[in-house]
């Protein structure tokens, strides 16, 4: 009973489950941070407070899908795919609707941080430091898929495309990050 509620729990449909069920406990926290910091005499307390909830938040579920062991799929790719847009023709010949969810899930997974660690952090209002950090988030997460033998290929296209969605979101909130004064955002 317990291995089929994991293997269920390890699904897109368990994870999308789990991310609305925690959805109450996340507003309670930016609630509760900003709360906090406005007690504190700190501002912006809520813009901060929602920030770092959403960076969680959106980031989070994704992390917990691509880091949950691939067993039993029949995959005959190689582990690990060095050549950029290799492993996307791959997927892209393996079908438009497998093309579309890989394309669009690897564009999602640091999305949230792109999107909301600008407006947290000032010093990584641009989106060359946002790509940065999310190619270096995504390279992290594709060697422990690799030494932790998740059974999931390793692919610097996966950190390629992680990057852009962190990018694009990050362009997205442009509007929201804090802006010195006299630097027009980068």
């Not at 067993?71 to 010949?93: E, F, K, N, S, Y």
């Not at 609707?97 to 209002?125: C, D, E, H, W």
């Amino acid at each position: 009973m317990l291995e089929g509620w994991h293997g269920w729990f390890g699904t897109f449909t368990g994870t999308v489950v789990i991310t609305v069920a925690v959805l109450p406990l996340a507003a309670l926290t930016v609630w509760a941070l900003a709360r906090h910091r406005s007690a504190a005499g700190r501002a912006p307390a809520w813009r901060q407070s929602l920030a770092e909830v959403g960076m969680v938040y959106g980031t989070a579920p994704w992390l917990r899908m691509i880091m949950t062991s691939n067993r039993g799929a029949d995959d005959a790719r190689a582990r690990v795919v060095l050549t950029p847009l290799r492993d996307l023709v791959v997927i892209i010949a393996d079908g438009p609707q497998t093309a579309t969810v890989q394309i669009v899930g690897n564009l999602l997974v640091f999305a949230s941080l792109g999107f909301f660690a600008p407006i947290r952090f000032a010093t990584l209002a641009s989106v060359p430091r946002i790509l940065a950090l999310a190619a270096s988030c995504s390279t992290l997460v594709e060697i422990l898929q690799y030494v932790l033998r998740l059974d999931r290929v390793s692919s610097v296209d996966d950190v390629l495309l992680n990057a852009a969605g962190a990018g694009l979101a990050a362009l997205a909130s442009r509007r929201w990050w804090r802006r010195t004064a006299g630097a027009p955002p980068a």
